[in-house]
């Protein structure tokens, strides 16, 4: 059976917490990475695979590229809809002349599991993100299967994950090794592929408010080896350190040290063979 894995019942706090933090990682360390690699211009065909509520598609677009963003979610993908044209309509207001906003026909949004684009021709797109999505879709074959039909030969599928060596859920956490002041990340299991439920609403008390989706933790070789099936190499691997810094106490300069050894993230890159 199936899982329930669309966040659309947490949409609106999930827009806000992308768009109103200067803090958050996505703006600090997913957005800087994936423009780089990406590198989005004027005649790149870019879909944004599990888009959400489209905070990186309109990114690619006011860059230049074409971006079709697609999400399981109703609710996100209203949402996306939403905010690009509030973007276009405050960007027109605030700034002068040609201001960078995504043009209507460069940004357009579908609801589509990941695993089914049937709007979408063979050998169509250039460019493929999921970003932060794929370790909560159940279809890994099929995701990338569709993936590999779509991608142009010369395509690539750019995918940021949770490292999964570092971040599984409710099975690592920081840990204080006391006797010798060092912070330290503990791992209990890795190598096991798992299906985990997890609160979508950390911060509400509410039992009765509170909503649960499921996500999916898996070694890197999982993911290898299912890009392989799909058809796709690996061409490049990057490991992206969080941005935070500690407040000044005691163990300040310890978990600053020992954050820019173990990674937040991981990218992985691929192309058709």
Same mark, same amino acid.
């Given at each position: 059976?199936? &899982? ?14 992308? #768009? ?8 600090? /360390? ?25 905070? *990186? ?12 963003? #697609?999400?399981?979610?109703?609710? $996100? ?13 405050? &960007? ?16 357009? *949004? ?5 695993? &089914? ?32 039909? /779509? ?6 599928? $750019? ?41 979508? #609403? ?9 909503? *649960?989706? /499921? #996500? ?22 990057? +490991? ?14 310890? +978990? ?8 937040? *993230? /991981?990218?992985? +890159?691929?192309?058709?063979?």
């Amino acid at each position: 059976m199936a &899982q329930k894995t669309s966040w659309g019942a947490v949409a609106g706090w999930y827009d806000e917490m992308l #768009t109103d933090s200067d803090d958050s990682y996505q703006k600090n /360390v997913i957005m800087p990475n994936l423009i780089r690699l990406l590198e989005p211009k004027k005649g790149l065909r870019v879909l944004d695979l599990a888009c959400g509520q489209g905070y *990186f598609s309109r990114a690619f677009a006011q860059n230049g590229a074409q971006v079709i963003g #697609t999400d399981i979610s109703p609710e $996100l993908i209203d949402l996306a809809k939403r905010n690009s044209t509030t973007t276009t309509s405050s &960007q027109e207001s605030e700034s002068g002349r040609n201001p960078p906003k995504p043009q209507t026909s460069s940004l357009e *949004f579908k609801v589509s599991p990941a695993d &089914q684009l049937p709007f979408l021709e063979d050998g169509s797109i250039d460019a493929i993100t999921i970003v932060l999505a794929l370790q909560n879709i159940e279809n890994l074959p099929g995701t990338l299967a569709e993936c590999a039909r /779509v991608l142009k030969v010369g395509g690539r599928l $750019l995918i940021i994950l949770n490292h999964p060596a570092f971040r599984v859920p409710q099975n690592s956490s920081w840990q204080w090794d006391e006797e010798n002041s060092k912070q330290y990340r503990r791992i209990d299991s890795y190598m096991s592929d798992k299906t985990l439920k997890i609160d979508m #609403t950390p911060g509400e008390v509410n039992t009765h408010k509170k909503q *649960f989706t /499921v #996500t999916f933790h898996r070694p890197l070789q999982s993911y290898f080896k299912a890009l392989n099936k799909a058809g796709l190499s690996v061409t490049r691997l990057e +490991e992206w350190i969080s941005h935070k810094k500690s407040q000044k106490g005691p163990r300040a300069e310890e +978990e600053d040290r020992i954050r820019k050894e173990i990674p937040m *993230f /991981v990218c992985l +890159e691929a192309g058709k063979k």
